[in-house]
Nanobody, 120 residues
Framework: QVQLVESGGGLVTAGGSLRLSCAGSGRIFSIKAAGWYRQAPGEQRELVAA???????NYADSVKGRFTISRDNAQNMVYLQMNSLKPDDTAVYYC??????????????WGQGTQVTVSS
């Protein structure tokens, strides 16, 4: 089994920063592509940032210039640096990866989510 564990969420005042981490463990061999999603209460889950197999990134318009997605291939880690946070960024943030496990099976996996709360 491949497991993803997010960390780094919390309560921050507007204008502050947080860095979310997503750690791949278990039978994970390598991460091919990754994304961070968020879901606010009563809202649909939305893509915030994506990183494809070539290293190209894509961001939701609402976070461009403020959020940065990155990865550490050696550690099977994915990060989301969030700066200039706004109350509208309050949500549960989820890590999603396309990963290959030690049997070379490629699958899509979700983490359990981490709460980010931005106070005004």
């Amino acid at each position: 089994q491949v497991q993803l564990v997010e960390s780094g969420g919390g309560l921050v005042t507007a204008g502050g920063s947080l860095r979310l981490s997503c750690a791949g463990s278990g039978r994970i061999f390598s991460i091919k592509a990754a994304g961070w999603y968020r879901q606010a209460p009563g809202e649909q889950r939305e893509l915030v940032a994506a990183l494809d197999t070539s290293g190209s990134t894509n961001y939701a318009d609402s976070v461009k210039g403020r959020f940065t997605i990155s990865r550490d291939n050696a550690q099977n880690m994915v990060y989301l640096q969030m700066n200039s946070l706004k109350p509208d960024d309050t949500a549960v943030y989820y890590c999603n990866v396309d990963a290959v496990d030690k049997s070379f099976y490629r699958g899509n996996y979700w983490g359990q989510g981490t709460q980010v709360t931005v106070s005004s």
